[in-house]
């Protein structure tokens, strides 16, 4: 990949793809109906796991650690599901300077 992005040519052509929340594989799914997402984000036995399937299904050699963007919210406090075929849902949206500054105290 590095080699590529200098503009050589390696023997083999690197390439990136997204597997959009492992939808389409189903030992994803099997893992992910054990519990919620944010419990495959926190914890780093199943995003480990997570991670690494398509690397074996698919034999490629490198992989982003899985994990959703709204984990660092999560961790400040913010009190957020997702929802199933909905998406993030929160409890007490944060929505004025003051509720972000409360946060980070």
Do not use: K
């Not at 189903?26 to 997570?50: F, H, K, Q, V």
């Not at 400040?76 to 300077?97: K, M």
Request: a positive charge; charged letters at 25%; one cysteine or more.
């Amino acid at each position: 990949m590095v080699r590529a992005l200098r503009g050589d040519r390696p023997e083999i052509t690197p390439v990136w793809f997204m597997r959009q929340a492992g939808r389409s594989l189903p030992e994803y799914r099997a893992l992910r109906a054990t519990g919620t997402m944010l419990d495959a984000c926190l914890s780093p036995e199943l995003a480990s796991e997570i991670t690494m399937q398509p690397v074996r299904r698919h034999g490629v050699d490198a992989a982003v650690f899985f994990s959703d963007i709204i984990v660092p919210l999560h961790l400040v406090g913010v009190e957020v599901e997702i929802a199933a075929g909905r998406g993030p849902v929160f409890r007490n949206p944060v929505r004025t300077a003051g509720e972000i500054a409360a946060l980070v105290r």
